[in-house]
């Protein structure tokens, strides 16, 4: 008879070019390093809390070419989201939103039983997917939103492929359809999230204006007190990406981000 044995653990191996560049980059989000070599093959161990990474240096790898991935389960997403991204604007004055390495922020998976996901892309091209246990409420899920429209139901689609998949070209077609056709029967829920999520893809198809013009609107919709405290997270979001956004409002004009009234 086969006995099981407790506490074992799963320790990922992931490739990079640099392991003193994932080091440095690891150490914004709070990990300490735990091993380091770098002869006869370089790599390196980091630890935050009870996740434990390692990675190993592959000369002349290109992270844009990278398959390395992992599982994070946390019991909230949005605590170690909160903790990162105050490392990232501790060290570059902003949440880093595109190119390699960049952040995710939680959202609803609903290729993951429809718990709250974000991502971290690091400077090895990884992505370390981390998620909400099973059985555990999530983070932005904590005020009770009204009932979905199908303008929220196509966002759901383009996160699967903008967030999961990594394709926010197919992110971008669902969201751009969706907002052409459903914006009369969209909730202003649906609609600032819809808007705040094309804004995070526009940054990351390296389009700074269409960013920006999609910031604008969610700005323009009109909110209640109870649809500010269901959408506290996207608010701060839409804060965070007009913040890294590499360009700037002319001048004389302002932007907007905290929806209207």
Known sequence: MEVAVANEKTVPLLPCPDIDEIEAFYAMLG????????????????RR??????????PGFDPADSYGSCLVIVPDTGELYRAFAAGMRAA???ILVAGIPRMTRPRLRKNADNLSGFTVIDPGGNWIRVFAAAGEPAADTTAAEPARSRLGKALDN??????????????????????????????PVDLVNALAYRAELAARTDDPGGAMEFLTRAGAVALTDAERVVLADTLTGLGDLAAALPTSPEPGSTVDVEPGR
């Open 31 to 46: 990990f300490t390093r735990t091993y380091y070599q770098t002869r006869p093959n370089p790599c390196v161990a980091l």
């Open 49 to 58: 809390a009870d996740i434990d990474l390692q990675f190993f240096g592959i």
């Open 92 to 94: 570059h004055g902003k």
């Open 158 to 187: 383009a996160v699967v492929m903008g967030d999961s998949r990594g394709s926010a070209e197919q992110g971008v077609r669902i969201l751009d359809t969706a907002l052409g056709r459903d914006l009369a029967t969209s909730t």
